[in-house]
């Protein structure tokens, strides 16, 4: 568990991960931004907050979605297997 902490591929994977949920939040309140200016006044501002707290659970679910994924010790599903053993 330490090693990981000096590992710098870990500290550049870590690194390029922050910078992409940057760039991909700031492009999330741009666009909710947009999208919410086309609603009534009234509205607004629950959309906005909907918008960016729905973002923000879908990022975090596909986050952990792809750790689990990252943490399989086994194929989950083989499909090119199943195609080879059955043309032969």
């Not at 943490?71 to 032969?88: D, E, K, M």
Request: hydrophobic content about 60%; cysteine-free.
């Amino acid at each position: 568990m330490f090693a990981l902490l000096t590992d710098p591929q870990a500290w550049i994977a870590f690194a390029t991960l922050t910078a992409l949920e940057m760039v991909l939040g700031i492009d999330n309140v741009i666009f909710i931004s947009i999208l919410v200016d086309k609603l009534p006044r009234r509205r607004r501002e629950l959309a906005r907050r909907l918008g960016l707290f729905m973002a923000m659970f879908m990022r975090i679910g596909l986050l952990l979605g792809l750790s689990w994924i990252i943490g399989l010790a086994a194929p989950l599903f083989n499909v090119l297997r199943r195609i080879f053993q059955a043309a032969t």
